[in-house]
């Protein structure tokens, strides 16, 4: 008998029996928890994508039983390498015995907490955990709590983890102890545990695996469908959270920028070969020269908006709902871009875009932090002779943005240290200050804070409307007008959630009435963007443009009006061209990155920069393109708007091949500056 002459395969047997019973518990959960996720996403179009679906599924049992096998690897190991030894280790045995169980349990409440926090981060972000899990711990962790759990989900959702593990630590124990009995007189011989041995092993590897073929399960095969809702569903906690990691990892990495891919990549986007002079500077150009410009240039306001969606600013979406509150006069009367995407669906990366022109968002905390990019939009703005300020409802600390601006070229940085000092009144949350005195301090330093008469400019970042959705108390309305449309649209968002929305559009709309009531409408070019959509609300997968999209607008002074093309606001753009627009209404002779249009000006058909790029989708012309693979190929529908027309017959625009290497140079631009080119390293 097997527990009489070995002990260690005795062990071997149990170990394995846990592996399986484990695996078969984990599957269940997993299985369970996907259950739930589908519900809470699907509508009805999902019965068109069956196959898609029970595709998704297979996939992901595979990668379920691939980690679990790996994570009990140990375990294993182990029980193999003490397999030699007999009574006289008797000891021994049951303590890897006893190990092995504590951690398949571990295992399993891991696996369980990760699953079930990563439905609300779908819920929530609509897409599984990745990189930004990472790189918002640099939030703290106090603000990551208390903005989770503001959320509607989160109080259920900790409810059905408690339950869960409860069950879970039940079938355990009774699992452990079954294990006992039914191996504990289990009789085999020599030559049959040894080809029970072997073929448990090679079975354990393959699985481990997850494929019999060359290729083990990888990242690229959690792509199952052009539909995102069913990808969602592949990976299971652990597996989305792992796979976060290596990205977040790889992101921290920088190598040499190729001058050969750079000439490659600058000749596929502009169209034509670049000079054999240095490249770099050749991924710039001019604005116009203007005397007018020079001698009396505009102070220019960038207000980058938390969570400004487009979509809760429209009454298809806000069911009449007066979102928009003191800011809707001001888009009625001046310049409203309504087909308008953001560069990524998170502040830090967005706002990176936006004025870096930059995708490495981690660069403000790296090592490479040191390093002044010329392609930062306050350098560009500095070099023409302004005076550049940025003013932050959060703290100053948040992901080093003080110090990290200010080395772009950014001469004050006012955060909401700061601005407390300046206004005691002002109320504190976890994220930092009310967006009331953002704007009244821009207010302030646009009627007395030029200096040596240096045109201001002004970056602004609000964070009142972000989780937790903590209302100030000066607020005057605290309840908005809600109706069935709107709350069927919130999905896992309190209502409060929508007051804080309606608070921040008031204060920007006092902020923008009190420009046009002074004398600074004479002088001053106001905007307004979103660095991202609302995050959480429930749209249909033909909506997802509207998921994303943001508002951007311009109040401009008559005296600093272009001509101005016609239906220029109907086009679709990105914040790729904010600052390629302001630019061109304000600096004179200016150098700038060569990365994007301005948006008044007639569209040239020949030239590069007539698409809206965000990370997960390309529109190029009347075509939109979901980014699903390294190389930006998904699926592709027909637009009427910003509205996602699915046909079977609808094809690449033929610029899109073009429009797709803008990220890539956007990396080559990075890199470059970062570390050097392979002809030159950077010092």
């Given at each position: ?113 990760l699953s079930v926090t990563n439905i609300v981060y779908i819920r929530f972000f609509g897409r ?214 953001p560069a990524h669906n998170d502040t830090q990366k967005s706002v990176l875009s936006l004025l ?323 002809l030159v390293a950077k010092p």
């Open positions: 008998m097997i527990s009489k002459r070995l002990p260690g395969g005795l062990n071997y047997l149990r170990v394995m029996a846990l592996v399986v019973g484990s695996t078969l518990l984990m599957l269940l959960v997993f299985m369970l928890c996907r259950l739930t996720l589908a519900l809470l996403s699907f509508g009805p179009e999902i019965a068109s994508h069956q196959d898609d679906l029970q595709r998704s599924l297979m996939i992901a049992s595979r990668f379920d039983i691939a980690f679990i096998f790996r994570a009990n690897l140990l375990s294993v190991v182990l029980a193999l390498v003490v397999l030699p030894l007999g009574h006289n280790y008797i000891g021994l045995h049951r303590s890897i015995w006893l190990f092995a169980r504590l951690w398949a349990l571990f295992i399993i409440l891991v696996g369980i907490a599984p955990f990745d990189s930004f899990v990472f790189h918002g711990l640099g939030y703290g962790a106090d603000k990551t709590l208390l903005s989770v759990a503001a959320l509607d989900d989160f109080f259920p959702a900790l409810g059905a983890l408690l339950a869960l593990s409860v069950f879970v630590i039940w079938v355990c124990f009774v699992g452990f102890s079954t294990i006992e009995r039914q191996t504990e007189k289990r009789a085999l011989s020599r030559q049959g545990f040894g080809l029970l041995l072997v073929g448990t092993l090679i079975l354990y590897l393959s699985l481990g695996r997850g494929t019999l073929t060359t290729f083990p399960l990888a990242q690229k095969h959690l792509t199952v469908s052009s539909i995102s809702a069913i990808n969602n569903l592949v990976p299971n906690g652990l597996v989305a959270l792992y796979y976060g990691y290596q990205d977040f990892r790889r992101s921290k990495d920088f190598e040499l920028a190729s001058d050969q891919q750079g000439r490659q990549l600058f000749e596929e986007f502009y169209g034509a070969a670049p000079a054999p002079s240095d490249l770099f500077p050749q991924f710039f150009v001019q604005t116009r020269k203007s005397d007018r410009l020079r001698s009396s240039p505009p102070d220019v306001v960038l207000n980058l908006v938390e969570s400004l969606g487009q979509g809760l600013l429209l009454d298809r979406f806000n069911n009449f709902a007066p979102l928009a509150g003191a800011l809707a006069p001001h888009l009625q009367q001046d310049y409203y871009f309504q087909h308008f995407l870096l022109n930059s995708e490495h968002s981690e660069i403000s905390y790296s090592n490479h932090q040191y390093t002044k990019l010329k392609t930062s939009a306050a350098q560009v703005f500095k070099r023409s002779g302004y005076r550049t300020i940025f003013i932050y409802a959060g703290f100053e600390g948040t992901k080093n943005r003080s110090d990290y601006f200010k080395r772009q070229g950014f001469d004050e940085f006012i955060g909401a240290r700061q601005l407390k000092r300046l206004y005691p009144d002002m109320e504190m949350s976890v994220w930092g200050g009310d967006d009331k005195y953002v704007y009244a301090h821009a207010i302030e330093r646009l009627k007395h804070g030029r200096v040596d008469s240096r045109p201001l400019m002004i970056v602004t970042l609000s964070v009142t409307n972000h989780p937790p959705y903590k209302l100030p108390s000066h607020a005057a309305e605290k309840t908005v007008q809600s109706s069935k449309g709107l709350v069927s649209r919130l999905g896992a968002l309190p209502m409060t959630s929508m007051e804080t929305f309606r608070y921040t559009n008031d204060q920007l709309g006092h902020f923008l009435a009190e420009i046009k009531e002074t004398a600074l409408k004479e002088k001053t070019i106001a905007v307004v963007t979103g660095d991202h959509a609302v995050r959480g609300l429930d749209y249909t997968e033909q909506e997802a443009l509207h998921q994303i999209s943001v508002p951007l607008y311009f109040y401009i002074p008559k005296r600093y009006e272009q001509e101005i093309a016609k239906g220029a606001t109907d086009s679709i753009a990105s914040h790729k061209d904010v600052m390629p627009t302001l630019y061109h209404l304000a600096l004179s002779d200016a150098r700038y990155p060569n990365l994007g249009r301005n948006l008044f000006a007639k569209i040239d058909e020949a030239g590069p920069h007539n698409f809206a790029y965000h990370s997960d989708y390309l529109v190029v012309g009347d075509r939109a393109h979901s980014a699903l693979d390294p190389k930006g190929r998904g699926a592709v529908w027909r637009l009427q708007g910003l509205d996602m027309i699915a046909s079977p017959a609808a094809k690449s625009h033929v610029n899109f091949e073009r429009a797709a290497q803008y990220p890539k140079i956007l990396d080559w631009l990075t890199r470059y500056q970062l570390v050097g080119s392979d």
